[in-house]
């Protein structure tokens, strides 16, 4: 057990940097690239089932969701162990576990596949079923017929003369003889383009297995019969595609000779007629850029991998199933997978259980740590509440103050601290300065703002003679304590707020800016890597912005009595102030420059995560210590 | 409507001819509304031998490839006298039907017959004189179009 973490610990943390990019890459780098690469062999050897269902799995790569064993207090921390994952790593996952079962029943990959997911993938409850129960029944429940083994034959035949394809209603004809295909243990044939029809209408009506489209027949789809429908279809669409194509090169080749002539006609004509031309162009790629502005480099990158992953997938029936098989995986397994929360990342996250036996379940997890992951795009999120990165604040924290920032019983409780009712018509009223001698807006009645009787007992504008009721006196010690309580809140509540609004702007700021960099990247010619350096420094300061902004979340239900509170509030400030650096270093530096300043960016950035792991550490280290620090938010 | 639905439609509805417990009326010339006037027989307990229902089919552009929309009614422009929508656990008062091959379960492969036949079948083998549980609440508030409710299908028996 203990060498097992070793080995872990090896793989992944040999530096003492908190969230150190450069190691995380690393792994990362070799985690994409041995999946891409499996992945391709899938594709290369289809045919070949051995290779597609493989019977052992890469080696995982785990991730803890608090970088270190020990604070720099030396106090042990428990972690908790996670994989970011793909659709794609689910699906070479799902895979091996068809090829396993495979191994011990040998009925064909494609029955497994059948029976895997008519069992939601239990691969125990199958097995117990197949060898103990009756084995047709079992399969003819799933959908499969009694006779087991892998398909080897061409289904998609020509039909005879006269057929008719009970669908469409079209018929065969010595001509326009149609194609039929049909599963290879029924009998029921349809024209080919009716059946691709009709696995999408049922991959759309969210069934993970396809039925004969017979309604009286019960026998599913299997994989390889599905691959021969989409190989049909794929030459189709490509076929279609290349006529669209033809069709298009004509279109452009008429266009081209009519501007060729008008070439001709005017080289004739001055050259500057030209000029305009091409600056109009220019212009309207500008205004595309601009558009695209709003999202930073990485996201839009994202969202263009996604779009063509899409595309890919909706022209494939065989990849449509495959992610769908892939998506209910992960849905119906919420207790270990958690899709990453940002739009249009489809990555997710597997649990892998904790670093220590001391903890047990996630629900006590969180009462003393955060369990922030990274997702395969690196976008971090707290994994129980799935909710955007919110270290230092505890789940519990970020729920209350959110709830609190939006009650209005804070509203409420500052009328309480700053007005009284007026005693004729119940309006609140504030004092806003003047003598006692109060007159009420709405309804002229005149009243002490200190006994709060009629004005007319009174003499003295400034002295009130009639307040020693004990009553009233209680009324205002309340009055006090709640007004002293409305202070702090009022204070933490503004501080998070520039922080909220601070990273909100530099989010906009700086993917304008990057988009600039990228622009002077390709003009200068430098190359892609050398201009990372840019992109690590804004994710440090983004992550370190929300860390501060969480800060004072938690500051605010911190324990008053806590001796801690000036060492924090020190980090704090430290942290801030390299924060403000950081931030002021991108904003004067002209995006020309940028390149040359690259090592006064590192310099700074690396002090701002410093700070920022030590922020957290030092909160880290009292919530382990300090069972009691908390008290202000019970 | 597409090419498709025209062939198959006026091929199906040949198939109405053979069967005397099914009567088709097509009031219109369009290919898109019918009705199956529907006799139930040897299930005297439930259904009275003299009681015709009356079946509405609307044909979406996409038939085959989307499914039809199907249900009972008591009356509406091209009908002349009310009718009754049956006694039965999975039809609610207002003629909706909950049988899953007219949702989730739609097939191509289906026919307006097969479909006639099921509901036909459905009721012959019934013997419960009783509507679905929750049957008021789903009339007041269910749409127009059975086939935007989320039906939910977990009882095979009957």
């Known amino acids: ?634 | 409507m597409s090419q498709i639905s025209t062939t198959r439609i006026s091929k199906e509805l040949l198939k109405f001819q053979s069967t005397s417990t099914l009567n088709l009326v097509q009031p219109t010339d369009s290919l898109t509304l019918f009705y199956v006037d529907l006799k139930v027989e040897g299930n005297e307990a439930v259904y009275p031998p003299d009681d015709i229902y009356r079946l509405r089919f609307i044909i979406h552009p996409e038939y085959p490839f989307k499914p039809p929309q199907v249900q009972f009614i008591t009356t509406d422009q091209h009908t002349t006298k009310p009718y009754k929508i049956p006694m039965h656990p999975h039809i609610y008062s207002n003629g909706h039907i909950c049988l899953n091959i007219l949702y989730d379960g739609w097939t191509p492969a289906n026919t307006l017959h097969t479909v006639a036949l099921s509901v036909q079948s459905m009721l012959s083998g019934n013997s419960v004189n009783a509507r679905p549980e929750g049957d008021k609440s789903y009339c007041s508030s269910a749409p127009l179009n059975p086939l935007h409710s989320k039906w939910v299908f977990d009882d095979d028996k009957v």
């Open chain 1, 1 to 634: 057990m203990y060498s097992q973490e070793v080995s872990d610990e090896e793989l992944y943390e040999d530096d003492n940097d908190f969230y150190d990019d450069d190691s995380e890459d690393d792994v990362d780098d070799e985690l994409e690239f041995d999946t891409e690469d499996d992945y391709s062999v899938n594709k290369l050897n289809f045919e070949d089932e051995d290779d597609e269902f493989k019977t052992t799995l890469p080696p995982r790569f785990v991730h803890y969701c608090y970088p270190q064993k020990f604070t720099r207090g030396m106090l042990p921390t428990n972690r908790m162990k996670y994989e970011p994952v793909d659709y794609e790593d689910i699906e070479l996952k799902l895979k091996c576990k068809i090829g396993n079962l495979n191994k011990i029943l040998q009925i064909g990959t494609d029955d497994c596949t059948v029976l895997l997911i008519y069992y939601h993938w239990n691969d125990q409850k199958l097995l117990e079923d197949y060898t103990t129960q009756d084995t047709t029944e079992v399969r003819r429940k799933a959908g499969l017929s009694d006779i087991a083994g892998n398909l080897e034959t061409n289904l998609i035949q020509t039909a005879k003369e006269g057929d008719m394809c009970l669908i469409c209603c079209s018929e065969s004809t010595a001509e326009n003889p149609l194609n039929v295909f049909h599963l290879q243990h029924c009998s029921h044939s349809y024209c080919i383009d009716c059946y691709i029809a009709c696995v999408k209408l049922a991959a759309e009506q969210g069934n993970l297995l396809i039925n004969c489209p017979e309604p009286s027949c019960k026998l599913k789809i299997r994989p390889t019969e599905l691959h021969q429908i989409d190989a049909y279809n794929t030459r189709i669409l490509e076929k279609l595609e290349a006529e669209k194509k033809q069709e298009n090169d004509a279109i452009r080749l008429r266009r081209l000779t009519e501007d060729q002539i008008k070439v001709k006609y005017q080289d004739d004509f001055d050259d500057s007629l030209d000029s305009p031309d091409s600056d109009d162009d220019d212009d309207d790629v500008q205004k595309e850029i601009k558009d695209e502005d709003l999202f930073n480099f990485h996201e839009r990158s994202l969202k263009r991998q996604r779009k063509e992953k899409e595309d890919k997938r909706k022209k494939s029936l065989y990849r449509n199933y495959w992610y769908h098989i892939c998506k209910n995986y992960i849905m119906t397994n919420r207790k270990t997978f958690k899709s990453c929360p940002a739009a249009d990342c489809e990555s997710s996250v597997e649990y892998l259980g904790f670093d220590s036996s001391n903890i047990v379940s996630i629900d006590e997890y969180i009462t003393t740590y955060i369990p922030i992951v990274e997702c395969t795009n690196h976008h971090r999120f707290c994994y129980y509440c799935n909710a955007e990165d919110h270290a230092p604040a505890l789940c519990f924290l970020v729920k209350i103050w959110v709830q609190t920032c939006k009650d209005e019983s804070k509203t409420l409780s500052w009328l309480s601290a700053n007005t009284k009712d007026c005693p004729g018509c119940q309006e609140p009223i504030e004092k806003n300065g003047g003598c006692n001698h109060m007159t009420c807006k709405s309804c002229h009645h005149e009243f002490c703002w200190v006994c709060m009787s009629d004005w007319s007992r009174h003499t003295d504008n400034y002295n009130c003679g009639f307040a020693r009721d004990p009553r009233i006196s209680n009324d205002k010690e309340k009055q006090e304590k709640s007004r002293a309580s409305l202070t702090k809140y009022l204070h933490f509540v503004q501080m998070f707020d520039i922080h909220r609004v601070s990273l909100k702007k530099d989010k906009e700021f700086l993917s304008k800016l990057e988009m600039r960099v990228q622009e002077i990247q390709q003009k200068v010619g430098v190359s892609w890597i050398e201009a990372q350096f840019y992109r690590e420094c804004i994710d440090i300061l983004l992550k370190a912005r929300v860390t501060l902004m969480w800060s004072f979340a938690f500051m605010y239900y911190m324990n008053p009595k806590s001796k801690e509170i000036p060492a924090v509030q020190r980090l704090q400030n430290i942290l801030s102030f390299n924060v403000e650096t950081l931030s002021k270093l991108f904003e004067v530096t002209a995006s020309e420059y940028v390149i040359q300043k690259k090592s006064e960016f590192l310099t700074t950035a690396s002090s701002v995560k410093n700070h920022q792991f030590n922020m957290i550490d030092k909160v880290m280290e009292l919530m382990i210590t300090d069972k009691n620090l908390l008290s202000g938010a019970l």
